[in-house]
Nanobody, 122 residues
Framework: VQLQASGGGLVQAGGSLRLSCAAS????????MAWFRQAPGQERMFVAR????????SYADSVKGRFTISRDNAKNTVYLQMNSLKSEDTAVYYC????????????????WGQGTQVTVSS
């Protein structure tokens, strides 16, 4: 599976961005999809995940109520709608995919996109 993330950019605090991750080469609806982020000097951290049919989602506490993950299986694409952005949301955002359990650690994700930079200015 190949993943291509896009949609990052520079936005002011309080603004919004929508990230997209297009998948190719696999059976998209069989994959749990997730977004992670990595700020400079920090470890890559979980942001949100969504089950193959879109029925289950979960979020990191730091983004709950502000970010929404969704997917369009007809377009082989997963999205991350980010609202009320804060400076601490600044990071490189990565999409990832895995088959199997909905709840899993970062090390269990099999496929990764190249990352897209999100910068929030205060």
């Amino acid at each position: 599976v190949q993943l291509q993330a896009s949609g990052g950019g520079l936005v002011q605090a309080g603004g919004s961005l929508r990230l997209s991750c297009a998948a190719s080469g696999g059976t998209f609806n069989s994959y749990v999809m997730a977004w992670f982020r990595q700020a400079p000097g920090q470890e890559r951290m979980f942001v949100a995940r969504i089950s193959g049919n879109g029925g289950l989602t979960s979020y990191a506490d730091s983004v709950k109520g502000r970010f929404t993950i969704s997917r369009d299986n007809a377009k082989n694409t997963v999205y991350l709608q980010m609202n009320s952005l804060k400076s601490e949301d600044t990071a490189v955002y990565y999409c990832a995919a895995r088959r199997g359990n909905f709840l899993s650690s970062i090390s269990e994700y099999e496929y990764w996109g190249q990352g897209t930079q999100v910068t929030v200015s205060s």
